[in-house]
């Protein structure tokens, strides 16, 4: 079992930029890939991007490639998502997961976090 939270969230200007933080509980956080998703309202929830155990594979989405880096720390239970040149349609709320495999899928993810709202205002 893993419990995941975030924070870091928050207004940015747009071409301003944001750390997210998602800090996970228990001794197996290493064992999982993890991944970042986003949701806005209205719409469905969305991949952002995913790093496997062993931080030597990163997949991102084409609209945020080249301006977010996701990381992880495994001796400190956390994984991030450097957000840069942010765009008004980057608002969202932001989830962090854990799973089995480096993915997009939503569904492939067991466990999800509260989530964190970032706003970027034009």
């Known amino acids: 079992q893993v419990q995941l939270v975030e924070s870091g969230g928050g207004l940015v200007q747009a071409g301003g930029s944001l750390r997210l933080s998602c800090a996970a509980s228990?001794?197996?956080?290493?064992?999982?890939?993890m991944g970042w998703f986003r949701q806005a309202p209205g719409k469905e929830r969305e991949f952002v991007a995913t790093?496997?155990?062993?931080?030597?594979?990163?997949v991102y989405a084409d609209s945020v490639k080249g301006r977010f880096t996701i990381s992880r720390d495994n001796a400190k239970n956390t994984v991030y998502l450097q957000m840069s040149s942010l765009k008004p349609e980057d608002t969202a709320v932001y989830y962090c997961?854990?799973?089995?495999?480096?993915?997009?899928?939503?569904?492939?993810?067991?466990?999800w976090g509260q989530g964190t709202q970032v706003t970027v205002s034009s």
């Open positions: 790093i496997n155990r062993s931080s030597s594979t990163t």
């Open positions: 997961a854990g799973g089995g495999v480096v993915t997009g899928t939503v569904n492939e993810y067991n466990y």
């Open positions: 228990g001794r197996t956080f290493s064992t999982y890939a």
